[in-house]
């Protein structure tokens, strides 16, 4: 199994900035991309951004320009910087560890911070 344990979130006003960030431990042999994703009050989870093992990022379209993730392959942790934000952006905010074998993916998650942009 993979534990992923979370920091940084709270509450900030618009306009903003905040800093996640994730750690993994236990079986992390094999885990190629990490990265984070959102789900708001009545919405579906979302993807925010992810980072291979290689530095490959993508990021939703909300957030480009906006947000960046990067990682510490030594340290098996993946961060997420985020600016400007905005009261849209509020959400719980998961970590995401994932897996890739010839037959399936696996997916781990961490507990989720609470991010929450309002004045």
């Known amino acids: 199994q993979v534990q992923l344990v979370e920091s940084g979130g709270g509450l900030v006003q618009p306009g903003g900035s905040l800093r996640l960030s994730c750690a993994a431990s236990?079986?992390?042999?094999?885990?190629?991309?990490m990265g984070w994703y959102r789900q708001a009050p009545g919405k579906q989870r979302e993807l925010v951004a992810t980072?291979?093992?290689?530095?490959?990022?993508n990021y939703a379209d909300s957030v480009k320009g906006r947000f960046t993730v990067s990682r510490d392959n030594a340290k098996n942790a993946v961060y997420l910087q985020m600016n400007s934000l905005k009261p849209e952006d509020t959400a719980v905010y998961y970590c995401?560890?994932?897996?890739?074998?010839?037959?399936?993916?696996?997916?781990?998650w961490g507990q989720g911070t609470q991010v929450t942009v309002s004045s």
């Open positions: 995401n560890a994932a897996r890739f074998t010839i037959v399936r993916k696996y997916d781990y």
């Open positions: 980072i291979t093992m290689s530095g490959n990022t």
């Open positions: 236990g079986s992390i042999f094999g885990i190629n991309t």
